[in-house]
Structures are given as C-alpha cells and as structure tokens.
C-alpha cells in the first residue's frame, strides 16, 4: 500500500525500505530548470539557485518562471537537494552562490565568518505538526517520551516545536528529538518509525490528504509570522552582480504578492512547481497545501522587519543551536529590499 496515496508518498516509503541507502540527506540531484533572470551582459553565466522542493519555497519556481517569460532568456537555473546538509555545503563552498536556506543555518554561517547574506524572505508560515489519525496524542503531554522528527536543529520547525513543548510546560528533552530529511517524514509516520514530525509542506499535506495523519499543531495557528527559508546570496554574487541580485528579490517580492493575489494564480503556481524542472511533486499534494485551509502557506507580506529577524536569532540561541547573539547585520542585507520594485508576474 502506498503509505500516502500519491507519487511523493511511494517515492518517499521506496526509500526507507531500501535501507536509506540514498541517506537522509541525499541531494536530489541535477534538477536544472532553465531560467532567465537576464541582467546586462555580466549574467551571460548560469546562476544555480539551490532549494529544497518545500512549499516554503514557491515564491522561486513562480519568480523563475515569470522572469524568463518576460525576458526570453537562460541566465538562471533551480537546482533541487533533499537535504539541508548537502545545500549549507553548496553555499559555503561557493558551488553555489545563492540559495533558500533556513534562516538560523545562515546566521551561524555569517556568524563563523562564511560571506553570505539574507537578501529576501521567502514566505510566511508553512509549517506543521503532524501525528498518526489513529494515533491518541491531542495534546503535547501525550507525547512525551516518544519519537519526534525534525529537519534540523537549525530548522525554525525545531523554534516551533520547542514553543509548542513550552505551552505545556515541557523541553525537547521530554521527547527524543531526531533529525530526518522533509521527504522521508510521511513513509516514516506510516510505519510508525516516529510518532510526531515537524516540518514544512508539503511533506505534512502527503500524509494528512492521504488519510494517515493530522496536524496536532500548525504555524497558520501559533505562530503566523513564521519564516523559515529565506534567500541567500554569497557576498562575492553582491560585489560583482549587484543588477542580477536586486532582479531576484524583485521577482521574489513580486510573485509573493501575485500568490496571495487570489487563488487561481495558487493555482498555476502549483501547476509549475510540480513539474519536473522544479519539486517533481504530485500536484493534488500541493494544491492541498494551497487550499486546506489557504493560508495554511503565506507569502504576500515579505518585508524584512528586523525585530522578527531578532527574535529567531534569540530563540535559536535559547534552543542551543546558535552560541551566542549574531547582529542582524552581519547576517542580512536589506538593501536590495529597501530598493525593491516587485515585479508584475505575469503567467
């Protein structure tokens, strides 16, 4: 039986009866969408934008597909990873000079002195706690001592679940905490291999429209100016592409605001982001994240508020995972947010 009724939900279960022989973390690789985010002759190269396949992300396929219909032309291309390690290596190479990433992970990069930056949010809200529909956990209390998924320490859905433990007057260590790739997290509920995870869609939405699970918490809820994955560039992209830069948050902040427009553009979007070019997702999962409830995933509101940015960067202190305080600016440019001009996405 597959364990979430759609294409994602046996790809994810194949793989974790494999053994996890791609590992947790495995780049889903090669997935290069052609793009044009054309900017003058010093854009004649390729940039690869990294990200995972997250609805958190899907301000990128849209911002990707919209620039290279007004321009024509091939200066940008979306590489897919499955796995936060393998993207934070990318960046922190140079591989790549520019990505989704989550915000905490780019403060402790920009912290250890790796040049790079917050250019724009992505999104708002997004993320979920799901358990099994037969399940008896209601309340976090029920939860204690069992097994609880997240996508990393630096992930903001470790923030959420160390909130949600709070209200009940519990830490992480009242449950065991483990560490999981989004895509494994619905074949690993099925199977009962964990009994809670948390993370962005539309890795709750496999498991929810598939029947098995439900949402205990949701940030839609909780915490509704929640951000997690933002853009990030390498400082070098900045010195030398400054035009190439400000058309990407341009496009970001411009198919953000057409997202929340109204929901036949959601509706598109998920027809691009689905393809192959892009998540390689079933479309019903992610339209269901789109419609159940629509604001279960928000994007229209990206301004670049420095006290939000403060707040996570305390509560990633407070949860361990960054060491000590990191100034906003060494870790955010706003620059190119300030001088915005949200582009008309037209699809």
């Not at 290069?32 to 301000?59: D, I, R």
Request: charged share 20%; net charge negative.
């Amino acid at each position: 039986m597959d364990p979430s009724g759609n294409g994602l939900g046996r790809r994810v279960d194949r793989r974790l009866i494999l053994g996890g022989a791609l590992g947790a973390g495995a780049v889903a690789a090669g997935s290069l969408a052609g793009c044009s985010w054309l900017s003058g002759p010093a854009a004649a190269e390729p940039l690869t934008v990294g990200g995972l396949a997250v609805t958190c992300n899907l301000t990128l396929p849209v911002a990707c597909e919209a620039n290279a219909a007004a321009s024509g032309g091939t200066a940008f291309a979306y590489s897919k990873f499955s796995g936060w390690p393998e993207l934070k290596e990318s960046l922190m190479s140079g591989d790549l000079q520019a990505a989704y990433m989550l915000a905490p992970l780019v403060m402790d990069l920009a912290d250890k002195k790796v040049p790079v930056k917050i250019v724009s949010i992505g999104h708002r809200s997004g993320a979920v706690i799901m358990v099994r529909t037969d399940s008896p956990y209601r309340t976090f209390r029920d939860l204690a001592g069992k097994r609880v998924a997240i996508p990393s320490r630096f992930a903001v859905d470790f923030l959420f679940l160390r909130k949600m433990l709070a209200t009940e007057g519990m830490t992480p260590d009242d449950v065991e905490v483990v560490e999981m790739a989004p895509a494994d997290m619905p074949a690993a509920l099925y199977v009962n291999g964990v009994d809670a995870y948390c993370t962005g869609e539309p890795f709750g939405a496999a498991a929810q429209s598939a029947g098995y699970a439900v949402p205990l918490r949701m940030t839609r809820d909780e915490w509704p100016r929640y951000m997690c994955c933002v853009l990030t560039v390498r400082e070098e992209l900045i010195r030398s592409n400054r035009p190439l830069v400000q058309d990407m948050v341009n496009y970001v902040l411009g198919a953000g605001a057409w997202l929340d427009a109204q929901p036949q553009n959601r509706t598109k979007a998920v027809e691009i982001a689905a393809g192959r070019d892009y998540f390689n997702q079933d479309p019903k999962i992610l339209e269901f994240v789109m419609t159940n409830p629509a604001d279960r995933v928000t994007y229209g509101d990206l301004r670049m508020i420095p006290r939000e940015f403060d707040e996570l960067m305390q509560l990633s202190v407070e949860a361990g995972t960054l060491k000590h305080p990191v100034p906003y600016a060494t870790y955010v440019d706003d620059s190119f947010a300030k001088a915005a001009q949200p582009a008309s996405i037209r699809l």
